[in-house]
């Protein structure tokens, strides 16, 4: 799932993959494997395991070569076992790829590949892609003719490296929708590709960014470019910077900027590991969540402080909403001076995403001396939050060094949507037809927040209307009230404009007094439940002067007659449409404070981890 390394030159590719993998270890993954051009053969070497593993298995059996490609797994699609890890090969064995990304029609796929006689030889979505690419072969097509028809038939956002032992000159990269991550490294007769700039620094500074859409024919001698379509087209050579924390920003101004665009692949890493499609089934092992414990919880509290609490609300929805258990939401520092009510059926979920902030492990200190069940989802490995706790779910989303929170806070809006499915389907609260339903809609995600991605030009011209306000509201209900919270926190945080959120129906009592002309209210209003609702919120803000910034669905043709800037998101299952209606925000906050010239990694008085109550 998670990294991948590709190398072609006149050096011996082995070493190079390996230890470029071994830059990526930090992202996490659950299996290792490479494949490398040997005498006109490819040699692939994997298995489920750390990257120790993998060099044991290169070590008892080497493999020599110029050319090859390494990746390191998150198993979506399948098991971590050998025959699930990457890099995966054709019905002929002549072509290799390693992948990151979920094929969202990989059933469909299948179904027609497996009718013209394929047998597929993994469980994992990738391998529909190297079908096809044989396929194409296989009717004297090139490998970059091959892929591109490949591609085409592809649903969700990608990256992806291809080697075929017919065209050992060349390596095909490509990044299809907003996946995040496919850089070229140059040097000198030899070129290196990586989904993380880490991966290759040691050997480059001079890289190529693919933007969503292109595809590299990469040689020994550099890179050509093409889009989708196979136009050639000029790229821009980019010189990374030495110091290995401004490297890893990449192409990205600041962290939250590289962030916020991140989560394309952190959303496909949230899901790694923990989703059966074909059942339909969610599986989060470190929960260590119980059928006996699922029926015996009769309250949930979640506690967390910031960002994080404001993930809590969505997942009180969510949960309430799936699992039918109640579930209270409880800032931190408040829980742990309150005397909460809290006894062996209740689970107190702990969000956060450094694990060490002091409030929210004082609340589960809390928790642990009243006998409750301690639950926490957490990003940073090993911390307290994590080891504490009686079960945990971690995010998965890597490193977050920007202090305003983005990608920590899509992922765990996705962790409690499949904690609530689980729990659910332990309670035994939903019908199998439902349950795979909601499953399903998990592999749509990675590819909305691309899309989301996608607009982010509008959002910047939205930004630029706004940059210079004093006040802002932001309005929303339902699911998607805690997105009204945390917009206005995004906004506070790296502008220093005051923004205040606030649930959408409240406005009537108090906040309306201030709308006028000079104080923008946001309102997000996606095609979800509350919509109708939120829709009247518009018209009354409109009636009173205000300026109206509506985050809605593409497509609604009576919101944009109302609001005077829309913010568009793509339709999206209303139970994750916290992960869509909130991007285009965390860029409006980015872009706005940009513009002002702000500090926006790290912002005035902020910590990123709060370890002092
Ligand atoms: C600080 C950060 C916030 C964050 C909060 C909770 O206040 O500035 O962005 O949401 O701490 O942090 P945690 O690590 O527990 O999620």
Redesign the pocket.
């Known amino acids: 799932m998670c990294g991948i390394v590709g190398y072609i030159g006149p050096r011996d590719a082995t070493p190079i993959i390996l230890n470029g993998l071994k830059r990526l270890e930090y992202r996490g993954y659950d299996s290792a494997g490479l494949a490398v051009l040997t005498n006109g053969h490819l040699e692939i070497r994997r298995d489920a395991g750390k990257l120790d593993r993998l060099a044991a298995l290169v070590a008892e059996d080497p493999v020599e070569g110029h050319v090859g490609i390494g990746h390191t797994r998150w198993a979506t699609h399948g098991e971590p076992s050998a025959r699930n890890a990457h890099p995966h090969q054709g019905a002929t064995g002549a072509v290799v790829i390693a992948h990151n990304g979920i094929v969202e029609n990989y059933l469909e796929l299948r179904d027609e590949l497996g009718a013209e006689g394929v047998e597929f030889k993994s469980d994992t979505d990738t391998e529909v892609i190297v079908q096809l690419v044989d396929r194409y072969l296989s009717l004297g097509i090139g490998l970059v003719e091959a892929a591109r028809k490949s591609f085409r038939h592809l649903k969700g956002a990608h990256g992806i490296v291809l080697l075929s032992a017919t065209e050992p000159d060349k390596i095909v990269a490509a990044r299809i929708g907003n996946a995040g991550g496919v850089v070229v490294g140059l040097g000198e007769g030899e070129t290196f590709i990586a989904s993380d700039i880490p991966a290759i620094l040691e050997h480059t500074r001079q890289v190529v960014f693919l933007e969503s859409g292109q595809m590299a024919v990469v040689g020994r001698q550099g890179v050509e470019v093409q889009t989708l379509e196979g136009k050639t087209i000029p790229f821009e050579v980019h010189n990374v910077a030495w110091d290995p924390v401004a490297a890893e920003k990449g192409e990205y101004r600041h962290f939250m900027d590289k962030e916020i665009h991140e989560q394309v692949r952190s959303l496909t890493d949230t899901i790694a590991g923990r989703v059966d499609f074909e059942a339909g089934r969610v599986r989060l092992p470190q929960l260590n969540l119980t059928r006996d414990l699922a029926c015996r919880i009769q309250k949930v509290i979640i506690t ?5 609490a404001h993930a809590g609300m969505v997942g009180k929805v969510l949960i309430e909403r799936i699992a039918r258990v109640p579930v209270e939401v409880d800032i931190a520092s408040e829980f742990r001076y309150r005397d909460p009510i809290v006894d062996e059926n209740t689970v107190v979920l702990a ?7 002091a409030d ?1 492990l004082a609340a589960m200190e809390e928790t642990r001396l009243k006998g409750g069940v301690l639950w926490s989802i957490v ?1 940073a490995i090993g911390s307290q939050a994590m080891r504490i706790a009686d079960g945990y779910i971690s995010m998965q989303t890597g490193p977050e060094i920007g ?3 983005t990608k ?1 806070y899509t992922a765990p809006l996705v962790d409690l949507y499949m904690l609530a499915v689980l729990l659910a389907d332990l309670r035994g609260v939903l019908s199998d037809k439902e349950r795979r339903r909601l499953v399903a809609d998990l592999a749509l995600v990675p590819d909305l927040a691309g899309h989301c991605l996608d607009r982010e030009a509008e959002v910047e011209r939205v930004a630029f209307a706004l940059k210079d306000v004093k006040h802002c509201i932001y309005l929303g209900r339902g699911i998607n009230m805690p997105t009204a919270y945390e917009g206005a926190l995004k906004l506070k ?1 790296i502008s220093y404009i005051h923004a205040e959120g606030y649930p959408a129906g409240e406005m009537k009592h108090g906040p309306i007094a201030l709308i006028d002309r000079d104080m923008p209210v946001v309102v997000i209003a996606p095609r979800d439940p509350w919509y109708e609702k939120m829709f009247s919120q518009i018209e009354q803000a409109k009636a009173r002067g205000g300026i109206v910034v509506a985050v809605a669905t593409e497509g609604d043709e009576t919101i944009a007659k109302f609001a005077d800037q829309v913010l568009w998101v793509p339709p999206t299952p209303w139970m994750l449409s916290p992960v869509t209606t909130v991007i285009p925000l965390q860029m409006l906050a980015y872009h706005i404070a940009a513009l002002r010239g702000l500090d926006v990694d790290q912002p005035r008085n ?5 370890t002092v109550e």
């Open positions: 967390a402080c910031g960002t994080a969000i956060s995403q450094s694990g060490e902030t929210t990003n202090v305003a929170s920590a945080e902020l910590a990123k981890s709060v």
